[in-house]
């Protein structure tokens, strides 16, 4: 079974129908063989549209029944639920959940996402600061080898990922969802970390973070909410064999954050997808 986890772009794109090609490749796909998922960050988005956007609610039920009707209700949850039918666990768990519920949570917590949206607006701003004030150019440090420069913020993300580990591990609800054994430098990666799923999450966080205080490929300051949605998709797509954005900035961040951590889902934009999936003349 071949996982797909579409980047919420690539969603819309499907719904409102506007790329022909992406519409026929995705209608093709065997649900035999390939299984279209969902996750909370999908679900944060089309809330963020009645919290934000002032869409209405029926108009956030009509993206929730394409979702279901697109995914089969499949999803990525991080953590096991005593309701849901559970479909899979390998590093998250895959569940048959009917995206109406998780969005219902949602809408009930969302007072939740105000300080992170307003945490990544800070970020953002920095990034903008240093990049405008220290004659930093994101053109060039695009073209910069960033897996180096990556290798160059390893110990301070250490230090970070081990501060935030011994409080996970003495919290009685997380504890048990990080290693037991002490966290090594060597373990920074998608293989040590994959089942444990909240210091997976804060190594990305971080990565991402990183990449946009150097500029890479920056995002702006007055996208940071969906920014922000960026990051939680680059953790979740992390746990399926390919990803598909239609946004090049967010997919080369991604590509760079997995590459250093090992992370093999195949990363692809909308026109790589459609490059890649397409069927030749000469065949169909």
């Known amino acids: 079974m071949k996982y797909f986890y579409f980047d919420n772009n690539i969603i819309i794109d499907l719904k409102n129908e506007r790329n022909e090609s992406l519409t026929s490749i995705v209608s093709d796909l065997g649900r035999g063989d390939n299984r279209i998922v969902f996750s909370p960050a999908h679900i944060e988005e089309i809330a963020g549209t009645v919290k934000h956007h002032e869409q209405t609610t029926e108009s956030a039920h009509q993206k929730l029944d394409f979702l279901r009707e697109l995914t089969g209700s499949y999803c990525f949850l991080p953590f096991p639920r005593s309701n849901p039918a559970l479909i899979r666990k390998n590093g998250i768990y895959v569940y048959k959940e009917d995206p109406v519920k998780p969005f219902g949570r949602v809408i009930d917590n969302y007072e939740h996402n105000y300080l992170a949206e307003g945490y990544q607006k800070q970020r953002l701003e920095y990034g903008e600061y240093v990049e405008d004030n220290e004659g930093i150019s994101s053109k060039n440090v695009n073209n910069t080898d960033i897996s180096g420069e990556l290798d160059l913020y390893r110990k301070a993300l250490y230090r970070f990922v081990i501060s935030e580990y011994k409080k996970l591990k003495n919290h009685p609800e997380f504890k048990k969802f990080v290693p037991r054994e002490r ?24 990565l991402m973070e990183y990449l946009e ?35 090049r900035r967010f997919s080369e961040k991604v590509k760079a954050v997995y590459k250093w951590l090992g992370v093999e889902t195949n990363v692809l934009t909308r026109k790589e997808f459609i490059a890649e999936f397409s069927i030749p003349k000469e065949i169909a």
């Open 213 to 247: 205080a150097k500029r890479y490929f920056p995002d702006k300051s007055e996208n940071n909410i969906s920014s922000l949605h960026d990051t939680t998709h680059a953790i979740y797509g992390a746990y399926a064999d390919i990803f598909v954005t239609n946004d």
């Open 183 to 206: 966290i090594t430098i060597n373990m920074l990666r998608f293989a040590a970390l994959n089942r444990f799923f909240p210091m997976f999450e804060m190594v990305v966080e971080k």
